[in-house]
């Protein structure tokens, strides 16, 4: 298996796989190709996000989107894992473990202070990855 950076030639296998993360929200995919998808290509480009893909065979089979943002109270920046997807026939060989793997590393070498993530559906994966429980997570929404 392969993990490398995200370009903007993977926008049509990422928005598959998008779609075995969402729950809430819905993907517009004129938005994605418009906006979100060349925003967050960009932002990993300038060093705020960590936005890696998992091949195997040549094919994607994952994809992990972590933020980078400074903070005053840890002094440093802190990054935050907000999506994560693998093919649904394809889990339980390691992709989501090696996709967490490769962000720590990217961590480690952006003396980030720390890694989080929020999650309901997935603490027990993140677990065996050397997360702990810390903070619940709460959202207002807009709409
Ligand atoms: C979570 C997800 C990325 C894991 O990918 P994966 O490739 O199956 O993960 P791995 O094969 O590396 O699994 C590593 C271990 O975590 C366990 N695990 C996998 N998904 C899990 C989950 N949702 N909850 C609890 N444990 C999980 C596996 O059983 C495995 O355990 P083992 O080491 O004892 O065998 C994948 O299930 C997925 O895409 N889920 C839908 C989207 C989602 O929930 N994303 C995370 C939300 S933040």
Redesign the pocket.
């Known amino acids: 298996m392969t993990i490398r950076d995200a370009t903007p030639s993977d926008a049509d296998d990422i928005y598959r796989l998008l779609g075995?993360?969402v729950t809430s929200c819905r993907p517009d995919r004129a938005v994605f190709d418009d906006v979100t998808f060349p925003r967050i290509v960009e932002a990993a480009a300038e060093g705020r996000a960590e936005f890696l893909v998992a091949e195997q065979d040549s094919r994607m089979v994952?994809y992990v989107l972590a933020l980078r943002m400074p903070t005053l109270f840890a002094g440093g920046t802190i990054l935050e894992?907000?999506?994560?997807?693998?093919?649904?026939p394809?889990?339980?060989?390691?992709?989501?473990?090696?996709?967490?793997r490769a962000v720590q590393a990217r961590a480690l070498e952006a003396k980030d202070v720390e890694v989080t993530?929020?999650?309901?559906?997935?603490?027990?994966?993140?677990r065996?990855l050397g997360f702990h429980e810390t903070a619940a997570y709460l959202k207002w929404s807009t709409s």
């Open positions: 075995w993360f994952g894992l907000l999506e994560l997807a693998v093919d649904a394809l889990r339980g060989r390691g992709t989501g473990s090696a996709l967490i993530v929020p999650t309901r559906r997935a603490a027990d994966f993140y065996g």
